[in-house]
């Protein structure tokens, strides 16, 4: 079975620190896709990023950045110089497979970390 | 270009009774998925449409259903309602299963 586990529950940071929020799976396939997801207070889920399990080549876009490690099955994401607009919580996802075409993953949540930047 | 719509976004039913949302994906998406969001279980998969045949399905119960139309609109069903079922239900579209595209939810609460 697949199972998402983020460990921090709360992380409440001052702008402009650094934070990484961490995120650990469990699945027995070879072929998986990863993602981190933000929820806003509006309620909206936001795609970020997706990642897929044969690619381990850390990815940075602005002030995010992720590192995925196959060998510790962790998909960590960190946000460089915080701001009050990265206040929300963060979802990791994991997904068996993607269809060929035209298709959708179910995706397997973790519960979330709430991140606060303070001003 | 339009996002996902959820129909209502605010809906509140007492115990026993039914509810039905309403889900309109990204023009061109042919694949809607239902989510439902609860500060225990957190966001759980409830069932995917892709050309109005459902493909996947979560550990849910019988009494939530789901359908998709012909134009990739859907709709999901609740039947004899509960308290537990109060939660934010969400809605995602996909093009083509390289990411999903998620609506502002429906709020529901069963008391």
């Known amino acids: 079975a697949q199972k998402v586990t983020q460990a921090q529950t709360e992380i409440s940071v001052v702008e402009k620190e650094d934070v990484t929020l961490d995120c650990v799976y469990e699945t027995r396939d070879t072929t998986y896709y990863l993602f981190w997801y933000k929820q806003p207070p509006s309620g909206e889920l936001v795609f970020l990023i997706r990642?897929?399990?044969?690619?381990?080549q850390n990815e940075i876009s602005g002030r995010y950045s992720w590192n995925f490690q196959k060998s510790t099955s962790s998909f960590n994401f960190t946000i460089t110089a915080s701001q009050v607009v990265d206040s929300a919580v963060y979802f990791c996802a994991l997904s068996e497979a993607i269809e060929a075409q035209g298709g959708s993953e179910k995706l397997v949540f973790g519960k979330g970390t709430k991140l606060t930047v303070n001003p | 270009k339009a996002g996902v719509t959820q129909t209502p976004r605010y809906l509140i039913k007492t115990r026993g009774q039914q509810v039905t949302l309403s889900c309109s994906p990204i023009?061109?998406?042919?694949?809607v998925s239902w989510y439902q969001q609860t500060p225990g279980q957190g966001l759980q998969f409830l069932f995917e449409?892709?050309?109005?045949?459902?493909?996947n399905k979560g550990n849910f119960p019988g009494r939530f259903s789901g359908r998709q139309f012909s134009n990739s609109r859907s709709e999901m069903n609740v039947s004899t309602l509960e308290l537990g079922d109060s939660a934010l239900y969400l809605c995602?579209?996909?093009?083509?299963?390289?990411?999903?595209?998620f609506g502002p939810g429906t709020r529901l609460t069963v008391t």
């Open positions: 995602a579209s996909s093009l083509a299963g390289w990411e999903q595209y």
């Open positions: 990642r897929n399990s044969f690619d381990e």
């Open positions: 023009s061109g998406h042919r694949s």
């Open positions: 449409y892709f050309s109005e045949t459902q493909r």
